[in-house]
């Protein structure tokens, strides 16, 4: 009893000691954060401007989404024409639903309409790593996971999907967080499933994440997947039916609306073979690509989930679409940042105790280097040049697509055999060393390709 008091007071130091380390870092994250708001992908202070509106930097893929639901409001057919945004001409893509979930912006200025949804994007990425995280260490508390989270937030804010996806003011991270909402939050006011089913209904791709479900055979968030999707899809054909019947007849199977696959930022299957082998040659090698990483995926969720890592079997299950959809533009790659929050994680709780903690943090610290590197953007790639480069620049500018299949490559290996401690370390310091000569090619690339 007597040492009760010590025992208390140190027990109270340690809590406050980590209180106080989460709470700096939160109040740098912060202020990373805001430096970023006001430097680059948000506020422009370029003297007094004419109007409030010129404050805000302008986003074109949000225009796009702006004037595609103005004239859905209009009655227009989205489909027939092209939106003249920032001096181009550009279509709209997306079913016709994302139209109608885009109304309440016409309310507003695009470029402050923009800022809105890049903020809350920012904030939605937050909470994505939260859950993300809490789903890893539920034993952490409250303050550990926003803290943590908040350090995971102002690293992201360097990578190129999110960068991308704040200067287009895209919808990728909005999406992303209805998945793992759906996925890994503990309750949900919908039933589970239907975020799924409603993001897939604005943006295709997200209806790969019913192979969770189907995978953890929970087929009743599957069936509520495929009721909530064609659910809003049929309410939004009755609204507009003749846009609607464009686009699952018509659009959705032109080839030509998704732009030129060869463009460095498509970092696909179908983009590695479009720059080596042109637009429209050896689909049947993508089909073969694509039905060996179903197979390869399909086992590693089955694999993961049977151990109880969803968070890292959602994340692999994003490589679905990343990977084998004609179109993967760099800023649909916002999942690394939950991966790379999830393999820290799950890292450090394994330190020490497991080989595989080793190659997860060194591949976490090697995807941010990548990912912060963005090496296709320093490659030439006007008039058809990423269809004329070597290999080494194959290296460089395919590097997303390449460093996924090194990631189910490894995780497949060691999921078969597991390694020894030392192997671990040694396959964790070759992943640093290579980081590392990342950056010095990228920076040689950098100051040789633009000098200052």
Same mark, same amino acid.
């Given at each position: 009893?007597?040492?009760?008091?010590?025992?208390?007071?140190?027990?109270?130091?340690?809590?406050?000691?980590?209180?106080? =380390?989460? &709470? !700096?870092?939160?109040?740098?994250?912060?202020?990373?954060?805001?430096?970023?708001?006001?430097?680059?992908?948000?506020?422009? $202070?370029?003297?007094?401007?004419?109007? $409030? @509106?010129?404050?805000?930097?302008?986003?074109?893929?949000?225009?796009?989404?702006?004037?595609?639901?103005?004239?859905?409001?209009?009655?227009?057919?989205?489909?027939?024409?092209?939106?003249?945004?920032?001096?181009?001409?550009?279509?709209?893509?997306?079913?016709?639903?994302?139209?109608?979930?885009?109304?309440?912006?016409?309310?507003?200025?695009?470029?402050?309409?923009?800022?809105?949804?890049?903020?809350?994007? %920012?904030?939605?990425?937050?909470?994505?790593?939260?859950?993300?995280?809490?789903?890893?260490?539920?034993?952490?508390?409250?303050?550990?996971?926003?803290?943590? #989270?908040?350090?995971?937030?102002?690293?992201?804010?360097?990578?190129?999907?999110?960068?991308?996806?704040?200067?287009?003011?895209?919808?990728?991270?909005? /999406?992303?967080?209805?998945?793992?909402?759906?996925?890994?939050?503990?309750?949900?006011?919908?039933?589970?499933? #239907?975020?799924?089913?409603?993001?897939?209904?604005?943006?295709?791709?997200?209806?790969?994440?019913?192979?969770?479900?189907?995978?953890?055979?929970?087929?009743?968030?599957?069936?509520?997947?495929?009721?909530?999707?064609?659910?809003?899809?049929?309410?939004?054909?009755?609204?507009?039916?003749?846009?609607?019947?464009?686009?699952?007849?018509?659009?959705? #199977?032109?080839?030509?609306?998704?732009?030129?696959?060869?463009?460095?930022?498509?970092?696909?299957?179908?983009?590695?073979?479009?720059?080596?082998?042109?637009?429209?040659?050896?689909?049947?090698?993508? !089909?073969?690509?694509? /039905?060996?990483? $179903?197979?390869?995926?399909?086992?590693?969720?089955?694999?993961?989930?049977?151990?109880?890592?969803?968070?890292?079997?959602?994340?692999?299950?994003?490589?679905?679409?990343?990977?084998?959809?004609?179109?993967?533009?760099?800023?649909?790659?916002?999942?690394?940042?939950?991966? %790379?929050?999830? !393999?820290?994680?799950?890292?450090?709780?394994?330190?020490?105790? #497991?080989? !595989?903690?080793?190659?997860?943090?060194?591949?976490?610290?090697?995807?941010?280097?990548?990912?912060?590197?963005?090496?296709?953007?320093?490659?030439?790639?006007? @008039?058809?040049?990423?269809?004329?480069?070597? /290999?080494?620049?194959?290296?460089?500018?395919?590097?997303?697509?390449?460093? &996924?299949?090194?990631?189910?490559?490894?995780?497949?290996?060691?999921?078969?055999?597991?390694?020894?401690?030392?192997?671990?370390?040694?396959?964790?310091?070759?992943?640093?060393?290579?980081?590392?000569?990342?950056?010095?090619?990228?920076?040689? =690339?950098?100051?040789?390709?633009?000098?200052?």
């Amino acid at each position: 009893m007597p040492s009760s008091g010590p025992q208390l007071a140190a027990t109270l130091a340690r809590v406050s000691a980590r209180r106080s =380390t989460w &709470a !700096a870092s939160i109040v740098l994250s912060v202020i990373i954060l805001g430096l970023w708001l006001v430097s680059k992908d948000i506020l422009f $202070f370029r003297g007094i401007p004419d109007n $409030f @509106d010129a404050y805000f930097r302008y986003h074109i893929d949000f225009d796009v989404y702006r004037e595609g639901a103005k004239a859905f409001l209009a009655g227009d057919n989205l489909y027939t024409r092209g939106y003249s945004v920032g001096g181009v001409s550009l279509p709209f893509t997306y079913p016709p639903f994302a139209a109608l979930v885009f109304v309440p912006f016409t309310l507003l200025s695009v470029n402050f309409g923009a800022t809105i949804l890049c903020l809350t994007s %920012v904030l939605a990425l937050w909470w994505c790593v939260v859950l993300a995280t809490r789903s890893v260490m539920p034993d952490w508390g409250r303050a550990s996971v926003y803290g943590f #989270s908040a350090v995971i937030l102002s690293v992201a804010l360097l990578m190129e999907p999110v960068r991308d996806t704040m200067g287009f003011a895209q919808v990728n991270v909005l /999406l992303m967080m209805l998945v793992i909402i759906d996925v890994l939050a503990r309750r949900t006011v919908l039933p589970r499933g #239907s975020l799924v089913g409603i993001a897939a209904a604005i943006k295709l791709t997200p209806a790969v994440f019913g192979l969770y479900f189907l995978i953890k055979k929970d087929y009743k968030a599957a069936a509520w997947s495929v009721a909530s999707g064609i659910g809003v899809t049929l309410m939004t054909w009755l609204i507009a039916p003749q846009t609607s019947k464009t686009y699952w007849f018509e659009t959705l #199977s032109d080839p030509g609306r998704i732009g030129d696959l060869t463009w460095p930022s498509n970092q696909s299957f179908r983009g590695i073979i479009a720059r080596f082998f042109g637009q429209e040659s050896h689909t049947s090698l993508w !089909a073969v690509a694509c /039905l060996l990483v $179903f197979a390869v995926l399909a086992w590693l969720m089955w694999v993961l989930l049977g151990r109880g890592h969803a968070a890292a079997a959602l994340c692999v299950n994003s490589l679905l679409a990343l990977l084998c959809s004609p179109v993967s533009w760099s800023h649909h790659w916002v999942w690394v940042v939950v991966a %790379v929050a999830v !393999a820290i994680v799950t890292a450090a709780r394994h330190w020490g105790m #497991s080989a !595989a903690a080793y190659p997860l943090m060194a591949g976490s610290v090697g995807a941010v280097v990548i990912t912060v590197c963005s090496g296709h953007w320093l490659l030439p790639r006007y @008039d058809g040049a990423p269809m004329r480069w070597n /290999l080494a620049q194959h290296l460089f500018g395919d590097s997303y697509v390449l460093m &996924a299949i090194l990631v189910l490559v490894a995780m497949s290996v060691w999921l078969i055999k597991p390694w020894g401690m030392l192997a671990g370390k040694v396959l964790g310091n070759i992943t640093y060393a290579v980081a590392a000569g990342w950056v010095v090619v990228s920076g040689y =690339t950098l100051f040789t390709s633009y000098p200052f």
